[in-house]
């Protein structure tokens, strides 16, 4: 049990009702979670407004309510605490009732459109190699130092983190990397964390469905890099034109990483191949098992984040080149009849132009590059023609098929990604909206050293349609095709 008054600590309260010493068995901002002593937490979703569930919070059990508003009735034994942002008061709460242990272990956020999960697992493969304990919270997964747990969302609720960063200092944890997305800065769960530093990946077109302007999205990454202290690092790609945005206003150390520009961590591509790259890193060479200009980029941020949290330079070059890459990013297989199928998270317009371009930097034009390409329902639709241009564009045919529709209809979703492709790449261009039927054409027209792209969901191994997630995996999919057309 918890007092009250502790768990709201640093928190800015605007009016109280009632007692702030009462005993509080643990936090909830889902109604249906709530039992007896709880402190229940209105927030207001995008869906649904918590205010509207105080009264079942206290028939539940629920002791204290935090809410902006206060509620029109008002129950004698149960304490009101009203704040100017619920969202907020959670993170406070969420850190004081844990004991706040962001601030046990050395905690790094990495935020951009693009790089974001591969930097942050191979900063945390690369630590565990050098002998630390470490921790990960990304949108693959949840890791406590070797205890894997599912992840639901790029960045979890407020709750959610304290719960997991508790889980790693008992572990013994001493580095955490953390993706950090847009909606969570957005929706202050990354509030009251201490960072030790912050990551600039790029920022492109996304999430313009939740963000209404470009802008509005590029400085909701911005307060990232303005809130951190001045004992921090902050860590920018300054070939991205937003790069040295974020260092503006920021007190904390700044750093920075570049292919094209003068950066303190430089790098050069000495050779790219489908194995991997040859980098000359601020003078040294290494060769790591990535590929890409743009996987060039991440192997930079975390040569640098290294660095900055003390790694020798030459240990981190070791390190770089012993890293394996991220399930779903540009991770590929050969098939018996020398049919490469690359698999990739590819989803927005930016990431899915990087991939092709680095296929056809290192392919010999004397094969075809056949790319299997979604958008999914309810996000963001401008993307969608850009999408089925690139993709037309740049590769020799151009399969376009559902990604996780949701609750749209996947027709739709086509109709409007077909609209970017231009007159004179409709010939090679397919429509096959079920996602298996795709893969299993793109499989059956490619001939010997042909190259597949499949782009969109990379390491996810669901479907989401109509609400519901139904089984589907690409890689294991275009595997067991690729097999049955060798038999």
């Known amino acids: 049990m918890k007092v009250l008054k502790d768990i709201l600590y640093k928190v800015a309260i605007e009016s109280v009702k009632g007692s702030t010493d009462a005993a509080i068995q643990k936090i909830e901002f889902d109604s249906r979670k709530v039992e007896t002593n709880d402190v229940f937490v ?176 590029r400085d909701v990454k911005k307060s990232f890099f303005d809130s951190l202290p001045k004992s921090a690092f902050v860590l920018s790609n300054i070939d991205d034109k937003n790069g040295s945005v974020m260092l503006q206003n920021t007190v904390a150390i700044k750093r920075t990483y570049a292919l094209k520009s003068y950066a303190d961590y ?61 399930s779903g990013r540009f991770q590929y297989i050969v098939s018996n009849e020398k049919i490469t199928a690359v698999v990739d998270y590819a989803h927005t317009p930016d990431a899915l132009e990087n991939v092709l371009k680095t296929i056809n930097d290192i392919r010999t034009k004397n094969e075809q590059l056949i790319t299997v390409v979604g958008c999914g329902g309810n996000r963001d639709k401008t993307k969608r023609p850009i999408m089925a241009k690139i993709a037309s564009d740049m590769s020799d045919k151009a399969v376009l098929t559902s990604d996780n529709p949701r609750n749209e209809d996947p027709e739709v979703i086509l109709d409007e990604m077909e609209q970017g492709v231009e007159p004179h790449n409709y010939k090679k261009m397919l429509r096959i909206t079920d996602r298996k039927q795709a893969i299993k054409t793109a499989c059956q027209l490619a001939q010997p050293n042909d190259i597949i792209l499949i782009a969109g969901k990379g390491h996810e191994t669901y479907q989401e349609i109509n609400g519901v997630r139904h089984h589907f995996d690409d890689m294991e999919t275009v595997k067991e095709i690729l097999e049955q057309l060798n038999k």
């Open 42 to 217: 209105a927030i207001r979703g995008s869906l649904s407004d918590g205010h509207d569930y105080i009264e079942k919070a206290i028939q539940l059990g629920a002791k204290a309510i935090i809410c902006d508003t206060f509620p029109a009735a008002i129950a004698n034994d149960v304490t009101y605490i009203q704040v100017k942002d619920t969202n907020t008061a959670l993170a406070f709460m969420a850190a004081n009732y844990f004991e706040d242990p962001s601030s046990k272990l050395k905690l790094v956020g990495v935020t951009g459109t693009n790089g974001k999960t591969t930097i942050a697992s191979l900063l945390f493969q690369l630590f565990q190699k050098a002998g630390f304990k470490v921790g990960l919270l990304s949108t693959v997964k949840i890791v406590v130092d070797k205890i894997e747990y599912p992840a639901t969302h790029t960045t979890p609720d407020s709750l959610t983190i304290n719960h997991y960063l508790n889980e790693m200092v008992e572990a013994g944890v001493t580095h955490c990397f953390m993706e950090v997305s847009s909606h969570g800065i957005h929706q202050k769960r990354t509030e009251a964390l201490h960072f030790v530093g912050g990551i600039f990946t790029n920022l492109s077109h996304d999430h313009l469905d939740y963000h209404p302007t470009f802008a509005e999205y």
């Open 266 to 326: 430089r790098a050069q591509i000495l050779e790219s191949q489908l194995s991997g790259l040859l980098l000359k890193i601020n003078d040294n060479e290494v060769w790591v098992k990535l590929i890409g200009t743009f996987n060039a980029y991440n192997v930079l941020a975390i040569y640098g984040t290294a660095v900055e949290l003390g790694i020798d330079s030459l240990e981190a070059l070791r390190l770089l080149s012993d890293l394996e890459s991220v």
